[in-house]
Every structure is written in C-alpha cells, then in structure tokens.
C-alpha cells in the first residue's frame, strides 16, 4: 500500500488525482504556499509539482484541510445522519465529532449504532462519542440507561471513539461512584473524555479535571477560558444555533491558539442549510476580526491533536486528503470539496448519493403508550391556587408563578384563560407515567400540541387547553411513531409532522421536512402561540429538570433550585 | 484511583505530596505562574492553595515539567540504563524516547528486553523505539537481522513504543519491499516511527515521509526545518556530545514552535556528568538567545505532543506528577526532581539506589570468536602499493591513500612505518571472518588496540603493528566479554577495560569506568596515538559502510563511493 503513495510522491509514476496550481494553507507553519497537492487514495501523497490522471484547476482557489466539528449532536438538525453529511460535507467539514446523546436516550445502544451505520454511506468521518449520561438525571424515564457497567462495556467497542461531554459535574466533583466507574472506564480504554463544565473554577474545576477530562464547550469568558487553558484543557469555540461563543476566538494569543478548536454542539437544518456549518463560524469569526489562518487551524491541525487524530487536519504527505477549495479566506464559499482523496462535493452541491437511508427497525416505532383517553388529561386540584411553569422567550431557564385555576368535576378548567395544561407522557417503557402541570402566557388556544422531542429523555409533551385534543395528540404521536402535531379542537383536524428516526429525526431530506415543519409552526402561531417564542422547539426544554426553576418530567413537577419533586398545589 | 485524586483535587482531603507557593510554568499560556502544586499518588491533582502530607518549600524555585528526551541511544553513554538514570533524573529528566538500536545489532530482540527490564527499577520512563536498521548494512555481520516478518512481529509489544530511526532513506524513497514491510507493520501497530534524513528535500522528502515516518533529528538548515516542518514532521533540536543542532532553536517561530523538540541522540558519561542532559541544552539555548519558556515547552509539551504521550508535559490537574524544580531560567540547575509523584532526586544527586543492575545472560558474554594467532592477522599483499585508510581527527568520513608496504614471508610489515594493520574480527556468528585493512597517520606504535564497539554491527576493530599483539588483543577482548584494549608488545602486558554488557556498556557506576577508561585512553596516547584522535572512538566508525570513502567490515574493505567492496591491492 506504501508502495503507490512513494511512488507517487517521488513522482515515478502519476497520482490519482492532482489539485493543480493551488495556494494551500500550510497550517503547521501557519503559511500559504503555492503548489500542486498530489492525491493517490485516501491520502496526500505530496506538495509541489505533480501530475494526475485527473487534475482540478485550483489556480484561483485556496485549499485547506477539510474542516473538524469538535462536538455536534446530529439529532439537533431533526436530520438523518445521511440527510446531515449532504448538507455540511459541501460547506467543507469532512470529520466530525459526534454525541448521539439524544438518540441514545431513547433507544440505548441501538441509537449508538444506527448513527455509526447510518453515516458509513456518506464521505464523513463521524467519530461517536459514547454519551455519558444516559439519562441525564433520575427525575424522569428514559428510554435507556447506560450504567457504568454498560459504558465500561461499550467504551470498548472499535466504533466508539471516546466518551461525550460529561455534563454530570456534581457527580464528579463530589465523586459519585456510579459516575466515576464511568470515567475509569473510559480512561483504561485510553479513549479522550469530553467536557461540559460551565462557571467551574478552582478547586472544583481541578476535581473535575482529575475526572481525566480534556475538554470544555460551554466557556464564554475571557477568565475561563484563560483558567481551562492553563489546566490543559481544550476550549471549544461554538457556532450553535442558539448557543454561541465565537466571541471566545478574541482570547487566543499566540502561545495558547493552539488550544482552540471549533465546533457546532447543536444547529438546527435552517441554518445549516442557509448559513452553513464550519464555513459559516469560520466567515463570521473573520468578519469579527480574527486572523483568517489562525481561524481555519483551529478547525484543523488543533481539532485533529485535541482528539489524537493523527494524519488528519494539514496538507503534508500522508495525510488523509480531506480537502476544501475554497474562493478565499473571507466569504469561504467552497468550491471543491475533497474527501479521502474523492471529489464529493462542488459549487455547495454533494456529488455523493444523498438518497440512501439506513433506517434499521431498532429506531423506529419508538413511541410506547397505550391508547390514551382524555381522562388521562384530568387535573385534580385541591384549591384554586396552583404553580403555574412560565417561560421567557429564547430562553430554557423557567419561571414559577402562583395562578388561580377553576375546577370543575374535579379537573381544573384552563380553556379562555392564559393558563395551559401541560403533560409530559412517559413514550419509553408504557409505564403509564403521565406528569401534569400548568403553563401560563404562551397564548396558544383551541386544542393542544405535541412533540416526542423533549430533553433530555424525550418523553412526549403535551400542552392543550382541551383533555380530549391532547389525548389526540398523543395518539396522533403514536400512530406516526414520533413528530409534532397540532390538534384543532373546533374543526377536528389533526395536524403532524413525523419525525419516525426516534421521534428525534426524520428519515425524509432536508427541503420538504423545512417546508412541512414551517407550515406546522405556522399553524401553532395561528393557534396563537406568541410569536417571540418557537412554537414546538421552546416545548422541547420543559422538561429538562437540571436547568432552573420549575420543570416537568413524566414522574411529576420538579423545582430545580430544592432539587426535589413539589405539589402543584400553591 | 480516581477518588482520591477528585478529593485531594476539591480540598476534601490532604494531598500526599504539595509544592508550596511555587512560581510554576503553565505550558499551555506559555505563562509563569504562582500557586501550590498538589500531588496525589503519581498525578498532579490540582494547582492553587494546598496543603499535604509532605510538603517542600518551592518559594524560590521555578517549578517545570520533567523534561522528555525527543530521542536517545543509551548506549553511547556506555552506561547501563540504571546508571544513566542515575545521571540524567537529578537533571530533570523523568522520560526518554530510547532506540536501542546499538545493543540490539549485537543481542536482538534481548538487547531490546534488556533496556526494558533494566529501566524498570528507576524512576525515568523509557519508551522503547524498535530498532529498524538491524543491520544497519548488508556488507557486514552483525549479532542479529530484525526483518519484515521481525518488525512485524515484536512491533506489536506493549513494551515496544514505536519504530526507531528509519536510516535506510533510500530503501524508503526506492520503496524496497522489505523496508515498507516494517513501515507498514509499524503504522499497522499504530505506533509512531521515528526518521533520519538528513539533507533530503522536495519529492523525496514527499516519498520518504510516505513511509509514515513523524520525526527528523538530521535538519541543520533553515531552509531544510522549514520545509519538514511545513511538511508535517517534528524536528528536534539536537545535543549530543558530538551531533549538535541547537543552532536550529532560531529558526522557531510563534507560528511553529510547537513542532519543535529536544534530544540528545548521543552523549557520553562524562558529558552527562559534566554538563549535564537536557538541562545542559536548555542552559546553552536561553545563552544563545533563545525565549527560556519556549526552550521549556520544546522538551515538555511538545515532545508529549509528538509522541502522543497524553497527560505528560505540562503541569496541570491530571497530569502526571514528574516535575523538576530549578533555580532560575538561566542556569536550570535542578534542587527537586519529581519522578511520578515521588521526590528521587535533591540538589542533582540520585535519591534512589543506583546499586541495583539487572543483569541477564543474553547481554553477556557476547564475544563469540575462537581463540585467535598472530597467523590470523597475516595481510598477504600482490605487491608494494596498497590502499590504506586515513581519517581526519573530530570526523568520521575516511580517506584512501595509495601507501608503500613492504612485505615478508608473505605479509606486510607495517612495524616502524606510520602505516598500522587494521582488522574487524567478527564476533557474533563465530564465522571465522576478519576484514583486513591498512591505516595510515594515526600515530600508534608497539603493539595493538582494540575496542567491541564498532558501528553499527559491532565485530571486534583491532588496530596495531604486531600480529601477535592483535591477536593477543582479540583474545583478551574474548575473555572479558567486550571491551577496550591495549597490548604492548614490549613488555607483554595487556591493560584493558570491561564492558560487559554486550561490549558495548558497563554494569560499573559511571565515576570508576570514567576514571578507568581515562586511564587506558592515557596508554593509547603514551604509545603514539595522536591526541587529535579519541583513540578509541574514533575507531568505532571506521566499519561504519554508510559513510565516504573507504570502510572495513568483517567481510573486507569498501568502498562507499562505489558502494561495493574493493581491493586492498592498488
């Protein structure tokens, strides 16, 4: 196998492929050189003068190394891992780092594995991450669990890269076993262990660390980062939907850049497909001032060291040839894009097969309930006051308000006030579980809606003023395997979006899910759901009981700051 | 394990060993910074405010990671591993990455179990390269051939950390099947391999770093750094007794310093007692100019990053505790050395028992010839003029001049003349074989030298004017299992010095062979060795059939230039 690449490269015979008259990026110097880049296989086999059998002009074009996500949840785009590649891969990213944290909450191992499958088709190296908190709190139920011996298991298997971002840090800090087995595990497997440890300082960010942890993507301050840096951590910079830290490139320096690397955690289809991926962080980094080359390295060279990625992330002989032709180092449109020394992508158009889905029965059919009646929907209160859960725009973190609610045959009455009922229905295990809680000001009116996506385990949740429209909904939820829905209580109608990969993801491609999903959220509106807030997605975080201050979780109203279930009743 | 370092990290528990207020260097920032360093078992476990167990005041000490050694020949110091622990730890060396490749050309695949073993009773960590150049030539017989099938096979011990020095460029570059079969096995394994390649640019260079080969220690050039490093490679900044290139520092820049490293390939005992390791290159960087931090990095993090040596290089939660407390950044004299979370050096003296060696059959007793007559040494000539070898002092690039030899009896008579006899007796295989050769201008008279070290396969090299007093020379090298000596004829004694361990290193401690090698050194001169010549190292590269012009081995003499062997008949 040497053989052809020496052969090559000492220019005994042609290579395979030739990108002509290119300006690369040396990223190891942190120089643009001129030269032909010489590709036979999966690998650059030399930079300077070369023939190929096929050559590409590069002569107006720069070339880098393809780009490294650091940390990205594929579930966030709604997309299929398949549908996903077909829309980064032609923005120039070409490996990426992924945490199936969502998928493996519903469906456990199997989620794991469809994602590592279902991306083997497609020119992306997606290297998993075993997530590490499955489920990520006690207060509710998932559709797996991944105990420590069950990451001890699987931290082993050759498709699992390292383990994903460890969000537990109470469990480390204060050294639960059940979290530290975790860890152990993952350290004697000699896999890389990713952080998340927002505001930690000090002493309980050395105690995280001795956890065997190297990297964070939740800093946002100058003193963070500076502090993570200096403990030997990597400090992502992150070009999420809503969550963003570009503003974290402004504190690399010359001796700690190398220290930096990028990523997405979660993007949503719209913005992939509209503003892009990497190339989108990459043009708006540069357009906020920061050097061009030192930006494009943190994407590269930095990301490929963080995680052990060897011969990956540069132009030299014998790395992969994962390449990005790009107009120039301002707007970064890409042009070519090379992946394993194939050409798979040009003018933003994927040149690879985009129809093929891989959609194994283990990630299907994932919402388990019995049929339920708009009895299942009865709210028993036991006086007129009651908390009621609020939420601001944008925002996860939720607020509590004491309401006065009317009942009437021992069920409160919500219908024409500003006060919804809120459900979360247990989807994994038909436990039967169904928690209940009120929500005030979200201004939707005249039946309910519904949405299988709701984190971290992804139960269903169910928000109506009307018993027997989110009884539908949640039928509707389970007859299309997983989605959103909208139920019209006046005209009868039901109307649903599937979303059938673990009622996280839809198996469709990208334009016709963005086109049904904006006419749903639009019928949301319509319904009266305030504008400033997303209609189906602000939903998804009602029930995630780490984030302050009052949640709902299958097993009941949680108040995060007692860290405790409460009465509803006020 | 990892509770108690979480623990001792969040201030719950004592640490068993702390740093107190220490001025420390952060590799990360590249930033000198205050604070107690907090040790738990062999890892750091924090830095900021603690208290432990053991204390050492470090007020006015700069604390630093212990320094890797990007690449080393431990015999050269012809010291056993134990004792060359003993020197370079109280340096502030706590890793080495160590190609055994002299030991290994004489014992195989023992000589690289032997390092292994005998490394095990000191606190320095040794990363063993497989030796790839076993031999290092085919035009002479060494102890022992590692083939393909060979590297394949033992590349895969765990005790095995990469491939060493890759030599043979040309086998490289011309992709000789049983060079790429050891590229391959090593890239297979997944270990790093290790390059020499001095001088080599543009395709070549492309086609030698198709062998997947990481590393350069030959670069000399600005011109020759920039290009390698640009490629992908890391170069070292080299400082041995004899090869220096500390020169190469100035070419660091804040754009690639990272791909700098430190070694010192060769050095000798008295060098390493005198001068020192690591320290002594630091000391000679920071007066020549360079930034004393970015010195430091070169032999810390950036030697750990070359050689994916994770949690090692730097001082941070997590990493391993080998520190080394100087003085100041200038003199780098070590008052502490932290070997794995233990004190084992003070004020540069060992605190671990350097009396122990491991000392097995297989690295003994390697001096396989039959007893040998003055008749073996008999040089039959076709006429008067002969080719000898010159050498010019401080090199080892030999000379061939056309000499007048008188014969008698059908061998020539060299006695009274400035010519001498030169033989490389083979000493592994018992072959029988003896190279003959003429040496011309090295000034010795009366008798005979003779030394086992003879690069690269180590036969046995005798030089002298008497065939009786080589052949005495030989048998006594015999008897004491390798060595020097020296025979003078006039008196018949025979002075000699031991090296047991393969021929090549001494089990003693280094100040008594030192004195003793000084002393038989002393001899050679007294009897007309030139003091311009090391009088017996100078004779080790004189089988080396690598380097220009004329060479001897055991299978004769040869000529580099024309790459064949020659008559000695002009």
Redesign the interface.
């Known amino acids: 196998?040497?053989?052809k690449?020496?052969?090559a490269?000492?220019?005994e015979v042609k290579s395979s492929l030739v990108l002509k008259n290119a300006t690369y990026l040396?990223v190891?110097?942190?120089?643009l050189?001129k030269g032909d880049i010489?590709i036979v296989g999966e690998?650059i086999?030399?930079?300077?003068e070369y023939s190929g059998e096929t050559e590409i002009d590069c002569s107006n074009l720069i070339v880098l190394p393809g780009y490294i996500d650091g940390h990205v949840h594929i579930e966030s785009s709604q997309l299929s891992p398949e549908e996903f590649a077909s829309l980064i891969v032609p923005r120039g990213t070409t490996t990426i780092i992924a945490d199936p944290h969502e998928i493996t909450n519903v469906c456990g191992m199997a989620g794991c594995e469809y994602i590592s499958k279902a991306s083997e088709s497609v020119p992306l190296d997606v290297k998993l991450q075993l997530p590490s908190c499955v489920p990520a709190t006690p207060f509710e139920t998932s559709g797996a669990i991944l105990d420590g011996k069950d990451i001890e298991k699987n931290i082993k298997n050759d498709y699992i890269f390292g383990l994903g971002e460890f969000m537990n840090y109470p469990g480390?800090?204060y050294?639960d076993?059940y979290v530290?087995k975790k860890?152990?595990a993952a350290?004697a497997a000699g896999k890389i262990i990713d952080g998340h440890a927002p505001a930690i300082y000090?002493?309980?960010?050395?105690?995280y660390?001795?956890?065997?942890i190297s990297t964070d993507h939740e800093c946002v301050t100058g003193e963070e980062i500076?502090e993570k840096?200096?403990?030997?951590m990597y400090v992502h910079i992150r070009h999420g939907s809503s969550t963003q830290n570009l503003g974290n490139a402004k504190f690399m320096?010359?001796?700690?850049s190398?220290?930096f690397i990028l990523c997405t955690d979660d993007r949503h289809a719209a913005d992939l497909k509209e503003k892009g991926h990497l190339d989108d962080a990459l043009r708006r980094l540069v357009a906020d001032g920061a050097d061009p080359v030192r930006a494009v390295i943190c994407a590269t060279l930095n990301c490929a060291?963080c995680y052990?990625l060897?011969?990956r992330g540069?132009i030299?002989?014998?790395?992969l040839a994962d390449l990005v032709a790009v107009d120039d180092l301002k707007n970064f449109n890409a042009k070519y894009v090379i992946k394993s020394g194939k050409l798979v992508a040009k003018d933003g158009a994927p040149l690879f097969d985009t129809s093929k889905r891989y959609l194994p029965e283990s990630v299907l059919n994932t919402v388990h309930i019995k049929e339920l009646t708009a009895d299942d929907f009865i709210l028993k209160l036991k006086g007129k006051k009651a908390k009621a859960m609020t939420i601001e725009p944008g925002g996860v973190v939720t607020g509590c308000e004491i309401v006065e609610v009317e009942s009437k045959n021992g069920d409160a009455v919500v219908a024409g006030t500003d006060i919804l009922k809120l459900a979360v229905v247990e989807r994994h295990k038909m436990t039967g579980n169904i928690g209940k809680a009120l929500f005030k000001g979200y201004g939707f009116k005249g039946g309910a809606l519904g949405i299988t996506i709701a984190h971290d385990s992804h139960n269903i949740i169910l928000l109506g003023d009307d018993n027997g429209s989110m009884a539908k909904a949640a039928n509707r939820l389970k007859e299309i395997g997983g989605g959103m829905v909208i139920v019209d209580r006046e005209n009868g109608e039901i109307h649903s979006l599937t979303l059938d990969i673990a009622g996280l993801m839809s198996s469709r491609e990208a334009d016709g899910l963005q086109r049904d999903s904006r006419a749903l959220i639009e019928r949301a509106h319509a319904m009266g759901v305030k504008r400033e807030y997303e209609a189906f997605m602000s939903l998804a975080f009602l029930s995630l009981a780490v984030i302050p201050k009052l949640k709902i979780t299958d097993a009941g109203l949680f108040d995060v700051e007692k860290f405790t279930f409460t009465d509803i009743n006020a």
Chains 1, 2 share one sequence.
């Open positions: 196998m040497f053989e690449y020496i052969k490269a000492g220019g040396d190891f110097t942190a120089k050189r010489a690998k086999v030399g930079v300077g480390v800090v050294s076993p530290i860890l152990e350290h000090g002493h309980e960010l050395n105690a660390l001795c956890g065997g500076e840096i200096s403990k030997g320096t010359d001796a700690n190398r220290r060291e052990g060897k011969w540069g030299a002989p014998f790395y």
